[in-house]
C-alpha cells in the first residue's frame, strides 16, 4: 500500500527569517561589541588616560608660561597686551602648594573644558597677587585631580603663587563647606585666594570645599576689572557642566556607529580573524575619542 505524504511548502517569509537569524546575530555583535569599546573606552579615559593628557598638557603650558614671564608678556588682567579678553585655557599662573604636592599651570577660565588642562582662574576675580579675593577652581580626582589633597591642608599653611607680576605668598586661613559661614571681605588693600574643588568620594562629588588664603606679601598693582563679579555662565560654576549641545560628542558617535557598522559586514563577508584586526584599533580609536569628549560633559570639579 502506498502512502502519500504532502509536504507543505515553507512560507517566503519564514524561509526570508530563518535566512536572516545570522545576520541579526552579526548585528547584535556588532552593537555589542562597539557598546563595550565605548564603555571600556569611557572607563579607562576617566581612570587612567585623563591624567596622563593632563600632564602632557601641563608640560605645554609650563614651556609657554616660562617663555612669557621671561619674556614680560604673561598676563597680569583680564584682558591681554591688545585689550581682548583672555582666551579660555590660557596659562596665566604657577601655584605650588608644597604641603599637599602640588605644582600647577593655572588656566584661565573655570568651565569643564578648561579644567582638563589644570586648575582655573575665575575669570570675574582679579589676578593671584592683586588686592581683592582671587578665585582658583580644580579638579578632585578626574585629569589628575591637581586639588584632590585640598582638604588637608591645615591653618597656618603657606604656600606661593607666580604670576607676570611676580611671586605672591599666601598662608591657609580655613577650609569651608556647605553651610559654613563665609569669612568677612578682605579690607581694601589686602587679598585674598580662594581655591575651590569638589568634596565626596572620588569620582562622585558630593559637594564644594573652600580654602580661604590670606595673602601675606606685598600688593601688585590691579588693573580695573573688566568683566563683573557675578556675570559669569552657568558652565563657569562650581559643579557646573557645559552649556549647549556637544556637536563634535555626536560627530565621533557618528563615526562610531558606521566602523561598528563596517565591522559587523566585514565579520560577514571577510571572516573573524580579519574583521578584527582591521576594525578593533578603528573601533578602539574611535570610542576613546568619544570618551574624551563624553568625560567633558561630566562636572567641571569632578
Given at each position: 500500500m ?10 517566503a517569509?519564514l ?8 545576520a541579526?546575530r ?9 557598546l ?6 569611557l572607563?579607562?579615559?576617566l ?5 596622563v593628557q ?5 608640560h605645554?603650558?609650563?614651556d ?13 588682567a583680564?584682558?591681554?597686551q591688545q585689550g581682548?579678553?583672555?582666551a579660555?585655557g ?6 605650588d602648594?608644597?604641603?599637599?604636592g602640588?605644582?600647577?599651570?593655572v ?21 593671584p597677587g ?25 591653618e597656618?599653611?603657606?604656600f606661593?603663587?607666580?604670576?607676570g ?15 559654613d ?12 585666594l ?6 565626596g ?9 573652600r580654602?580661604?588664603?590670606d595673602?601675606?606679601s ?18 563657569e560654576q562650581?559643579?557646573?557642566?557645559p552649556a ?5 560628542l ?6 562610531l556607529v ?8 566585514a ?5 573573524r580573524?580579519?574583521?578584527?584586526i582591521v ?7 574611535l570610542?576613546?575619542q568619544v ?12
Amino acid at each position: 500500500m502506498t502512502v502519500a505524504v504532502q509536504i507543505t511548502p515553507v512560507p517566503a517569509a519564514l524561509r526570508q527569517g530563518v535566512r536572516g537569524l545570522p545576520a541579526v546575530r552579526h548585528l547584535a555583535r556588532g552593537g555589542l561589541l562597539t557598546l563595550a569599546a565605548l564603555l571600556l573606552a569611557l572607563t579607562a579615559h576617566l581612570l587612567l588616560l585623563s591624567g596622563v593628557q593632563q600632564r602632557a598638557a601641563q608640560h605645554a603650558l609650563f614651556d609657554e608660561l616660562r617663555g612669557q614671564l621671561a619674556l614680560g608678556t604673561a598676563p597680569v588682567a583680564q584682558v591681554d597686551q591688545q585689550g581682548e579678553l583672555l582666551a579660555p585655557g590660557s596659562p596665566v599662573a604657577l601655584i605650588d602648594i608644597p604641603a599637599i604636592g602640588v605644582h600647577q599651570v593655572v588656566v584661565e577660565g573655570t568651565d569643564s573644558a578648561a579644567l582638563t588642562d589644570g586648575p582655573g582662574h575665575r575669570r570675574d576675580t582679579p589676578m593671584p597677587g592683586q588686592a581683592g579675593t582671587s578665585v582658583l577652581f580644580g579638579r578632585a580626582a578626574a585629569y589628575g585631580g591637581p586639588f584632590a589633597r585640598l582638604e588637608d591642608l591645615k591653618e597656618g599653611v603657606t604656600f606661593t603663587v607666580t604670576t607676570g607680576q611676580g611671586k605672591a605668598t599666601y598662608q591657609v586661613a580655613g577650609l569651608r563647606r556647605a553651610g559654613d559661614p563665609a569669612p568677612a571681605a578682605p579690607a581694601s588693600g589686602k587679598g585674598r585666594l580662594v581655591l575651590v574643588t569638589a568634596t565626596g568620594p572620588a569620582y562622585m562629588p558630593a559637594g564644594v570645599l573652600r580654602v580661604d588664603a590670606d595673602l601675606i606679601s606685598g600688593i601688585a598693582q590691579t588693573p580695573a576689572a573688566v568683566i563683573r563679579p557675578g556675570t559669569l555662565p552657568e558652565a563657569e560654576q562650581p559643579l557646573a557642566r557645559p552649556a549647549g549641545f556637544d556637536w563634535p560628542l555626536v560627530m565621533w558617535l557618528q563615526a562610531l556607529v558606521a566602523a561598528a557598522t563596517a565591522a559587523v559586514w566585514a565579520w560577514h563577508r571577510w571572516g573573524r580573524h580579519q574583521t578584527w584586526i582591521v576594525f578593533a584599533p578603528v573601533v578602539a580609536v574611535l570610542g576613546l575619542q568619544v570618551a574624551v569628549r563624553a568625560d567633558e560633559l561630566l562636572p567641571n570639579l569632578l
